[in-house]
């Protein structure tokens, strides 16, 4: 009776050791793998490399600033120098970090397959959808693009996401899978000069005709304007807020994208001051509602 006791505790405690030990076994295999000697190389290879990409960005910020009509050329290299590093940097540390045969070429395939599969489903996703912004260029770096109700400028684009600068200095990123099924507006598209659209209204029974003039000109005179392209000013009859108006849309190009705001602020005030001279007044005319 014993004897089958004894039998019976053997069997079931067996099966939990030889779990630790093919455990332990597959610990000290992994260990023999990695090149420690290239672990401390690796670790001072990634720090300089990080060190060497924040130069690069201080490099960048300098030169952009100092010459602004190079500022999109610089960030669009920086863009791909800093992939260039990327994939230098990774490939680089793994080569020094694990001794490469057949084993270490069995064991990181079948890792990144199962990673690849659960964990690593979104992030390569993200990865192959940044390379196809990078190949179909939906945008570029320095793009002042809207998406999603964002509004800003793009100042990456990277591997797994892209990130946004706002006018109001928030920095949004977005995962590089969410540009493959929404659509993205992109106001200049690489270049510095962008349409800036400004509305205006007026009564139904005020001088149409000198409120197009006073608005084409403070268009054309305002320190931001692009001359190069036309300045269009646009009439139509329309609603506003139950008032019949007279829409008139002033359709110019800011010199820079950055100016964007100013640009607008600077037509607005002399807009708004002119039409105070020559008293051309706001809309007055209700729609009663039935």
């Known amino acids: 009776m014993f004897r089958l006791l004894a039998l ?16 332990i076994d597959n610990l000290h295999q992994f260990a023999s793998l990695i090149r420690w000697s290239g672990v401390a190389l ?15 960005q201080s490099l ?9 009509q190079r500022r999109m050329l610089m960030q669009k290299l920086q863009s791909f120098f800093q992939f ?4 230098t940097t990774a490939m680089t540390v793994f080569m020094l970090s694990f001794r490469v045969d057949d084993r270490v070429l069995a064991l990181i395939g079948g890792t990144i397959a199962v990673s690849v599969g659960f964990a690593l489903k979104d992030l390569t996703a993200s990865f192959i959808a940044g390379l196809t912004v990078m190949i179909d260029r939906p945008f ?3 793009d002042r693009v809207t998406f999603e109700g964002h509004y800003g400028d793009i100042i990456t684009i990277g591997l797994r996401s892209v990130r946004m600068q706002t006018l109001n200095d928030d920095i949004i ?15 200049n598209y690489g270049g510095l000069d962008m349409q800036v659209v ?30 190069p392209k036309p300045v269009v000013v646009l009439v139509k009859q329309t609603i506003t807020d139950n008032y019949l108006a007279i829409q008139l849309t002033c359709k110019a190009y800011v010199v820079d994208i950055k100016f964007e705001k100013l640009f607008e602020t600077d037509i607005t005030l002399r807009v708004m001051q002119e039409f105070r001279k020559e008293n051309i007044c706001p809309p007055s005319i209700a729609v009663m509602a039935r």
Request: proline share 3%; charged share 15%.
């Open 60 to 68: 960048v910020d300098g030169v952009s600033s100092q010459f602004a």
């Open 198 to 227: 400004i509305p205006f209204y007026i009564g139904m029974d005020q001088d149409i005709t000198k409120a197009r003039d006073i608005i084409q000109e403070a268009a054309s005179s305002s320190r931001y304007i692009h001359l």
């Open 8 to 23: 019976l505790v053997a069997l079931s405690v067996s099966p939990v050791a030889f779990a630790e030990e093919l455990q």
């Open 173 to 187: 990123t977005i995962p590089n899978n969410k540009f493959l099924n929404d659509v993205t507006v992109s106001g």
């Open 84 to 87: 260039f590093i990327y994939m």
């Open 42 to 56: 690796s670790l001072i290879i990634m720090t300089g490399s990080w060190l060497f990409l924040r130069f690069i």
């Open 140 to 142: 570029q770096v320095g």
